[in-house]
């Protein structure tokens, strides 16, 4: 039986053990408070002014011109497909690695491929896909010269449309592994055994159990690829310069370039771009939750 002094020792014991909690959570506060919160307030602030600080709804309005429109169009485009391709193709390593009966050594690998990938991103890999598969790239004139086949003549660019997505997809396939690897191990043995012992074939586990299964990671998973294509800057601005009209290279002109300079509308792009990105992650974040559900 705890003594009357064990009782008035615990509730400070708890009041110490809570203060060290929000110490150890304190960084994280304060990152996000900085670097998070508010910059977004002050986007939102400064997307309301112009540029001797009075209320305006100008720069909303300036958000329909037909060029910032296009920008919007292309990078929702370039976003959309990134994800999509690289869902699937994630989705699928993430199947042989962990379901294919691959030698063991290739999940670790794979997994850790992966970590560093979807984490490179920039200037570098700006860089790597033109030396790659630039007009003089490596794989361009080893095309040419051993199979004849010239990339640009047919059409292909890596400063359009397909070149930029093709390069975003050096880093969303391996985010995709990662975002979907504890879904694909949640499959259990014993479902594709239990419809195997029911008469059922391969493709009825897949269409009736695996992916009803795994479609909300899917889901989510795309979702957080496409944020994390729309708002990616530094590889689309070292990659194509201006030469692609996409609203994250449009948003650095306006508030740091020497012609399109107008930071106030540069506020509203990016205003605008949160809210995209804001609402891709918390879809997202809602569908991951169901997802955990569906598992327990």
């Known amino acids: ?14 009041a110490r053990a809570s203060l060290l909690s929000w110490l150890g959570v304190a960084p994280f506060l304060i990152f996000a408070l900085l670097f998070l919160i508010l910059p ?41 497909a990134s994800a ?3 869902t699937l193709l994630g989705l699928l390593l993430a199947l042989a690695a962990i379901r294919g009966g691959l030698p063991a050594w290739i999940r670790p690998t794979l997994t850790t491929f992966s970590g560093v990938a ?5 200037i570098p890999l700006a860089f790597a896909f033109l030396s790659t598969l630039g007009r003089m790239g490596l794989v361009t004139m080893l095309l040419r010269k051993y199979l004849d086949v010239d990339l640009y003549a047919g059409g292909f660019s890596i400063l359009s449309f397909a070149g930029l997505t093709l390069t975003y997809l050096y880093f969303q396939v391996p985010l995709m592994v ?17 419809c195997e ?3 059922g074939s391969g493709l009825a586990y897949w269409r009736h159990i695996a992916l009803p299964v795994l479609w909300p990671s899917m889901v989510g998973a795309a979702l957080l690829l496409f944020a994390n294509a729309f708002g990616a800057v530094a590889t689309a601005y070292a990659l ?11 948003l650095y002109a306006q508030i740091h370039g020497d012609v399109l300079h107008d930071q106030n509308l540069g506020y509203a792009l990016a205003l605008g771009m949160v809210l995209i990105t ?19």
């Open 278 to 296: 804001g609402s891709a992650n918390a879809g997202y974040i809602w569908l991951r939750k169901r997802s955990h559900r569906e598992a327990a």
């Open 40 to 80: 977004t307030g002050m986007l939102m602030v400064g997307a309301f002014q112009d540029a001797q600080g009075h209320f305006t709804l100008n720069n909303i309005v300036r958000l329909f011109d037909d060029n910032i429109l296009g920008a919007y169009k292309i990078s929702l485009q370039i976003s959309a």
């Open 84 to 86: 999509i391709l690289g």
């Open 1 to 14: 039986m705890p003594t009357p002094s064990s009782r008035t020792a615990s509730p400070p014991s708890a």
């Open 118 to 122: 979807s984490n490179f991103a920039g």
């Open 240 to 250: 194509t310069g201006s030469s692609l009209n996409i609203v994250t290279i449009l």
């Open 178 to 194: 990662l975002i979907i690897a504890p879904a694909v191990e949640g499959l259990k043995d014993e479902w594709r055994e239990a």
């Open 197 to 199: 012992s029911l008469g």
